[in-house]
């Protein structure tokens, strides 16, 4: 042993070569400028609360959290407030709660409904304190212009004077130029929700014209619809689960949110995350072009296109059946 390594540094060293895939942790991105670190994989709310049992919802939500997994994503509206309401009882267990970074959506844009879906939030996640609070599913043109003159952002802005939210941002699937107009506002937001997959790149592309945007002014960027909302270029055999998170997480995001209903499904996010080795240039190139015949057309991002993923509750709000 040389005389300038102590055994301790020898014996760290011995273990990182040893460690593989299955015990390596998942890595923590920092969320923007806010000085917090989170897991570069979230648990989608929505999803975790899709088993008929609150005991198996229970029972991948601890996983994810023990396996290092702790940003958990949900919203007000999710499965009528169930979702808020089964992540709240599994985070209330064992101090869970302490141990994880919590994001839920508001969906109203005016005021008084902003502030009481606060207090739903609040009270069916069984915690003081929202530490992301996102307006949830921006996807209309008037959107940026709601938020302000209805009294959203002056929601926002109380509810973390108030220290009931730490964190403010904005989520939404449809346009980046929706996206870009909720940037424009004077605002200081921390982070921003956006569609994040292979297929994103050449058609109403996020990672082209809004993720720039958010590192210039260090706003924490959070994927979705990973593998392209309905995972048709999964199951069309296009791209494999393996590869659309690996592209996923090799964008500047600094936690990609994905669907697991099930513990088979975190058990393989988990070993993806565990053995994540970033895409090369030629390998992101190559990955774009074996696919540029369908990558442009928005065929596998319909999210993008119709209000088949728009929620009932905005429809209503814009005016919409």
């Known amino acids: ?18 460690q593989t895939a299955d015990s390596a942790p998942i890595q923590t ?15 989608g709310g929505h999803h975790a609360a899709r088993p008929k049992e609150e005991a198996e919802s229970f029972r991948i939500i601890h996983k994810a959290i023990d396996e290092g997994i702790t940003f958990m994503d949900n919203a007000w509206e999710y499965h009528n407030g169930r979702a808020e309401e089964v992540m709240g009882k599994a985070l209330a267990m ?6 994880v ?14 502030m009481k879906q606060l207090e739903d939030s609040l009270t069916r996640l069984k915690t003081d304190v929202i530490d992301l609070w996102q307006f949830h599913e921006c996807n209309y043109y008037n959107d940026p212009e709601f938020v302000l003159e209805k009294g959203g952002l002056r929601a926002a802005l109380e509810a973390k004077k108030q220290g009931k ?32 997959n292979v297929f994103d790149s050449a058609f109403e592309s996020f990672r082209a014209g809004v993720m720039p945007v958010c590192e ?29 998170y690996r592209y996923c997480l090799s964008q500047p995001v600094s936690v990609q949110v ?16 565990r053995g994540f080795k970033p895409m090369t240039p030629e390998e992101l190139r190559a990955i774009q072009q074996k696919h540029r015949e369908v990558i442009s057309d928005g065929r596998y991002e319909r999210f993008k296109t119709t209000q088949a993923y728009d929620s009932g509750h905005h429809r209503k709000q814009h005016g919409f059946a």
């Open 165 to 196: 939210v730490r964190f403010i941002g904005f989520t939404g699937h449809k346009s980046p130029r929706i996206h870009l107009n909720m940037l424009a506002l004077k605002f200081d937001w921390d982070a921003c929700q956006m569609p994040n």
């Open 216 to 244: 210039k002014r260090g706003i924490g960027i959070v994927g979705m619809k990973g593998c392209g909302g309905d995972g048709r270029f999964i199951t069309d055999g296009l791209v494999t689960v393996e590869e659309a």
């Open 94 to 99: 064992d101090g869970k709660r302490k141990k």
């Open 258 to 273: 994905v669907g697991l209903a099930s513990e088979a499904d975190l058990d393989r996010a988990i070993k993806i995350a």
């Open 101 to 114: 970074f919590l994001m839920t959506k508001v969906c109203d844009r005016d005021y008084a409904g902003a």
């Open 1 to 18: 042993m040389a005389d300038s390594m102590t055994r301790r540094e020898w014996v760290a060293g011995l273990a990182a070569m040893t």
């Open 29 to 43: 991105r920092p969320l923007g400028k806010t000085g917090v670190r989170v897991s570069m994989l979230g648990l």
